[in-house]
């Protein structure tokens, strides 16, 4: 802009001075030359002088021209410059954290093969960047998914979406390693997918330590059954023996009448059809015991709730009947199935109906039931136990599921510990509120089968 002004100023004195040069030339012709050539030199003169000026003019402009657009061509390659500096140092700057992340980080083409592999990610697998480079992501295939699993991560991430999961992966040495790996997709310019990244981080000692705690609180949870089973072998002997009593006189009844020779086939065909009624309720009682203190790997299927609320009524009435205790159900009709470890959580509702039963022990009064109520909530069902016993202080509520807190004076407190631990295992909650009149009511929630996942 300033070398325009300089032109601007000096245009109109350069185009005076071509005029004044003209003029001096003519006035030192001879005054006879004038004389007879006036007119003409005087038309001559004058058109040279706009003709020079034009000239000059237009060498001017082109000159200016010329100049602006040097400038301009050298502010844009300076902000070019300045802006392909900042770029290359955002670049370096972003090179240099992937490089120094502690996430594994790899980036392919749309096909997955493998295009950049930063210093974790070698660290974890043990591949150098030279042997990765151009494989297949494969090449960290464990075989431990399925190809449903795979077509997911494909379905989510071509879509555009960011795909989450854990892997299990293997290094170049063989050995299985977990990863909690994202997936996403990069898109150009013109919103094509042109690269995937993914970033892992290596959770193998973080699961190993999960699966670790999970072992315990199994083995804590088979303890538990255990001990329940122990308390109540009293109660289930007197269960088993009923049946064992009823088949030993029927069968005696038969051999008399058969030995005395009052044979009656009607009347021998129902006792034989009492033999084999009681001897299938002494098999049905020892199968829910055996399944009940068996330890084995959890296991979550599709469950009716109302199903096994009423198996553990029925476990349970041998010995709360001892007691002077009932057990009455209330059942919801309209129960989704659910999606549970269903020894595990036999063993919960076992647990709040001894502790019910335990309670009421020692009430004053003729009221002695726990009532069992299924209801369903958002999410999932509830399941409640209510006693009429004497109640609870609310200071010790909050302490209840506290490992080896016990209420009673020969009680272990492991009991609402474990309850608690596999109902959160689940995804649910447990916890007690009090009676309006009198007594608690203990509730826990477990998942519907839709809202279930297995692992």
Do not use: C
Not at 51 to 60: C, E, G, Q, R, S
Not at 88 to 93: A, F, T
Not at 181 to 205: C, N, Q, W
Not at 243 to 268: F, V, W
């Amino acid at each position: 802009m300033k070398r325009l002004l300089v032109i601007a100023v000096l245009l109109p004195l350069l185009v005076e001075a071509a005029a004044g040069a003209s003029n001096d030339a003519s006035t030192r012709l001879p005054i006879g030359a004038l004389a007879a050539h006036a007119d003409t030199r005087h038309f001559d003169l004058a058109r040279e002088h706009w003709v020079l000026a034009l000239i000059a003019i237009l060498v001017l402009l082109i000159l200016a021209l010329a100049a602006a657009y040097a400038w301009h061509a050298n502010r844009r390659l300076a902000r070019e410059i300045h802006e392909g500096n900042r770029t290359r140092d955002q670049l370096q700057m972003f090179a240099s954290a992937v490089d120094q992340t502690a996430d594994a980080v790899m980036i392919t083409d749309p096909a997955g093969a493998i295009e950049y592999v930063n210093p974790a990610f070698t660290h974890v697998t043990g591949y150098t960047v030279e042997e990765v480079r151009g494989q297949n992501a494969r090449v960290l295939g464990s075989g431990r998914h399925d190809s449903a699993f795979y077509q997911r991560l494909w379905e989510t991430i071509l879509r555009g979406e960011v795909f989450r999961e854990e892997f299990i992966n293997r290094r170049k040495d063989g050995t299985l390693y977990w990863e909690q790996k994202s997936i996403m997709p990069l898109r150009d310019a013109a919103g094509r997918i042109a690269h995937f990244v993914a970033t892992g981080r290596d959770i193998t000692e973080q699961r190993r330590v999960e699966e670790e705690a999970q072992l315990r609180r199994e083995q804590l949870a088979h303890t538990a059954r255990v001990n329940v089973i122990g308390e109540m072998a009293a109660s289930i002997a007197h269960e088993i023996s009923q049946p064992l009593t009823a088949i030993i006189n029927y069968a005696q009844g038969s051999i008399r009448r058969l030995r005395t020779g009052e044979i009656d086939g009607k009347r021998l065909l129902g006792v034989f059809e009492q033999i084999v009624a009681q001897s299938q309720r002494a098999a049905d009682a020892i199968l829910t015991l055996r399944r009940f203190v068996a330890r084995r790997k959890p296991a979550r299927v599709r469950v009716d709730i109302n199903t096994l609320v009423t198996q553990v009524a029925a476990l349970a009435t041998a010995e709360t009947s001892k007691r002077g205790i009932t057990i009455t159900l209330d059942l919801s009709r309209d129960l989704p199935p659910a999606y549970v470890d269903d020894v595990q959580i036999e063993q919960v509702v076992l647990n709040l109906l001894r502790n019910g039963a335990e309670a009421l022990a020692s009430a004053d009064g003729s009221a002695r039931e726990l009532k069992v109520r299924t209801t369903t909530e958002e999410g999932g069902i509830e399941i409640s136990v209510s006693d009429t016993g004497p109640g609870l202080p609310p200071r010790l509520a909050a302490k209840l599921f506290e490992p080896f807190f016990s209420t009673k004076p020969d009680g272990v407190g492991l009991g609402l510990a474990v309850s608690r631990t596999i109902i959160e295992t689940h995804g649910g909650r447990i916890w007690v509120t009090p009676n309006p009149e009198r007594g608690v009511t203990f509730r826990f929630t477990v998942p519907v089968e839709t809202h279930a996942h297995e692992r």
